[in-house]
């Protein structure tokens, strides 16, 4: 059973930053999209950012873009999101999810079979 475990979170202020990292027991973890979503009290979960199986395609909701970035380490299972000047509105419950259809990079949800437990990001004012 593939497994994902976020880790990472935390409560910070205004301004600061925060890394996420997201390890995936699955070893063809090299064959899968990796998303990163989050999900605030009372919202749908959303998209935040998309890596394709090898690094080389990333996507960004344009709610964070130019702050957020994510990366992976196909050698030690690894997923990241580097937040930098991190908002209220930034403010979640963070999950990575992996897509096994290698070809896709997606925004939806529904494409992303597995999920980790996620980690909270609270950023105050």
């Known amino acids: 059973q593939v497994q994902l475990v976020e880790s990472g979170g935390g409560l910070v202020q205004a301004g600061d930053s925060l890394r996420l990292s997201c390890a995936v027991s699955?070893?063809?973890?090299?064959?899968?999209?990796m998303g990163w979503f989050r999900q605030a009290p009372g919202k749908e979960r959303e998209f935040v950012a998309g890596i394709n199986w090898n690094g080389g395609r990333t996507v960004i909701a344009d709610s964070v873009k130019g702050r957020f970035t994510i990366s992976r380490d196909n050698a030690k299972k690894t997923g990241s999101l580097q937040m930098n000047n991190l908002k209220p509105e930034d403010t979640a419950v963070y999950y990575c999810?992996?897509?096994?259809?290698?070809?896709?990079?997606?925004?939806?949800?529904?494409?992303?079979?597995?999920w980790g437990q996620g980690t909270q990001v609270s950023v105050s004012p």
């Open positions: 699955e070893p063809t973890f090299n064959l899968y999209t």
């Open positions: 999810a992996l897509d096994m259809n290698v070809l896709r990079l997606s925004d939806a949800t529904s494409d992303y079979m597995y």
